[in-house]
């Protein structure tokens, strides 16, 4: 299974994104799904996640901003990004939670200048 993250990239602070996570087989309908960040010298956390009922969960320093949501067809997952700060910087993967070695993709960097 190949999974490809995009849609990052350089923005000012406030602004918005989209990223975009696509797998090339439906591995994203049955298991919770979550968006990870990462910035060097951290281990990749959790941002937000949805459940396969649609239930969505976000860390603290997200809530209020990012949206999480996956396709019917379980091969795509999204995650809008607004009102951006520079905390937000990182590198963005999508994985299932746990997280299944196999299913990293190489992510997409954010970078949000102040």
């Known amino acids: 299974v190949e999974v490809a993250e995009s849609g990052g990239g350089l923005v000012q602070a406030g602004g918005s994104l989209t990223l975009t996570c696509a797998a090339s087989k439906s591995v994203f309908r049955g298991p919770v799904m979550a968006w990870y960040r990462q910035v060097p010298g951290q281990t990749r956390d959790v941002v937000a996640r949805?459940?396969?009922?649609?239930?969505?969960s976000y860390a603290d320093s997200v809530k209020g901003r990012f949206t999480i949501s996956r396709d019917n067809a379980g091969s795509g997952l999204k995650l809008q990004m607004n009102s951006l700060k520079p905390e937000d910087t990182g590198v963005y993967f999508c994985n299932t939670v746990p997280p299944n070695r196999t299913l990293w993709g190489q992510g997409t960097r954010v970078t949000v200048a102040a």
């Open positions: 949805i459940a396969p009922g649609g239930q969505t």
